[in-house]
């Protein structure tokens, strides 16, 4: 039995020292796209990183706290079995909102994460499969 558990042990060193030396490229690889973007601000002062670009995306959410789950139930309701997509550009819209596919993507996202958590508890049930992997939900009966 000891056997197996030292050729374990030595197979677990490697995997800490390959670890070791990949956190070190990603460092590197963080330093150099940082030093690229920097390049890149002093020749497009306008530009954006990815990264900036998501931030931005997310600090513009329009749901105050504990707003969307009643709004996603309540389009839920109105629309009957539909997709999280389909919600969330409903939900924008009556909120006089940009329904963008990158917006709706984001709030689709949201609204996916609390039907999900919403079926956990009996409240919303999956009512099949839409396209890829979009999933049809409904209010459960």
């Known amino acids: 039995m000891g056997g197996v558990t030292d050729e374990l042990l030595v197979k677990r060193g490697e995997f800490v020292a390959r670890r070791r030396v990949l956190k070190g490229e990603l460092t590197k690889l963080a330093a150099d796209i940082a030093a690229i973007d920097r390049v890149i601000q002093m020749v497009d002062p306008d530009h954006q990183t990815v990264e900036q670009q998501q931030v931005e995306r997310k ?83």
Do not use: H
Request: proline share 6%; hydrophobic share 45%.
């Open 59 to 141: 600090a513009i959410s329009p749901f105050v706290s504990g707003e969307l789950t009643p709004a996603a139930l309540e389009a839920l309701r109105k629309l009957g079995p539909t997709t999280s997509s389909a919600c969330a550009e409903a939900i924008l819209s009556a909120k006089g909102m940009p329904t963008d596919p990158a917006t709706v993507a984001q709030v689709a996202n949201r609204v996916s994460a609390i039907f999900s958590q919403k079926a956990n508890n009996g409240q919303v049930s999956r009512a099949g499969s839409g396209t890829g992997r979009q999933l049809i939900w409904q209010i459960a009966a």
